[in-house]
């Protein structure tokens, strides 16, 4: 089987798609489609798949019983711009390779991310990685942001200052490297992943209390 070609896909390669107020996501190159999968499923299952006689019967038999192994088959490949809180949560569940723009060798942008009122909530109290669905008073909400943004930006300047000053905070000792991962709080990477792994981690980001950071699944 040769390469395959899906023209929904092609249509939107390297468009950028705005993701929160800094942040985009490009889809740059693909490998696979509907025909890989049920091509390895086929392989797998042999004769037990003939009574499913179209592709799309056999990809809705393997989602509606969770045999995802078929679906790694599709590789999707993005150039991200995140929160790097995002792009740590991303890297934690091990979907993807990934190549970030180093601030060993490039300076931070000075572009911070301030949440939206709307996606500011209380600590779940059930749940170590969710938000409670209680309602955030609106004046506590304008603290949040005021002073996520007070801080971001006295961080930034504190940086650019000793940065100009000649200190190595590249590869300084791990209290100033943290400094600079402080105010360099935005991650710009090269994605690979399994479209499998993706949707794993976009389902877990896009419940109703959980961390949402990623606004990639929205």
């Not at 392989?43 to 038999?61: C, E």
């Not at 949560?89 to 091990?94: F, K, L, P, T």
């Amino acid at each position: 089987m040769g390469r395959v070609i899906i023209p929904e896909i092609e249509a939107i390669l390297d468009k950028e798609f705005k993701v929160l107020d800094h942040g985009y996501v490009i889809l740059v190159d693909y490998m696979g489609g509907d025909e890989s999968i049920v091509q390895a499923a086929r392989v797998s299952y042999g004769k037990g798949t003939k009574k499913l006689s179209d592709d799309r019967g056999l990809i809705r038999y393997l989602m509606r019983h969770d045999h995802t192994t078929p679906f790694e088959m599709v590789e999707l490949k993005f150039h991200c711009k995140m929160p790097i809180f995002v792009a740590r949560e991303w890297i934690r569940h091990r979907t993807a390779n990934v190549n970030e723009y180093s601030l060993r060798y490039s300076e931070p942008e000075g572009d911070f991310y301030i949440p939206e009122a709307g996606q500011i909530g209380f600590q779940s109290k059930d749940n170590k990685q969710g938000r409670s669905l209680q309602e955030v008073p609106e004046e506590l909400k304008a603290k949040v942001q005021r002073y996520m943004k007070e801080i971001s930006e006295e961080a930034f300047k504190k940086y650019q200052e000793l940065n100009q000053a000649g200190i190595a905070l590249r590869n300084a000792p791990r209290n100033l490297r943290d400094f600079q991962r402080c105010v360099g709080n935005r991650a710009e990477e090269v994605s690979e992943v399994a479209q499998r792994a993706g949707d794993g981690v976009a389902d877990l980001l896009q419940a109703e209390s959980g961390p949402r950071g990623l606004g990639l699944a929205e």
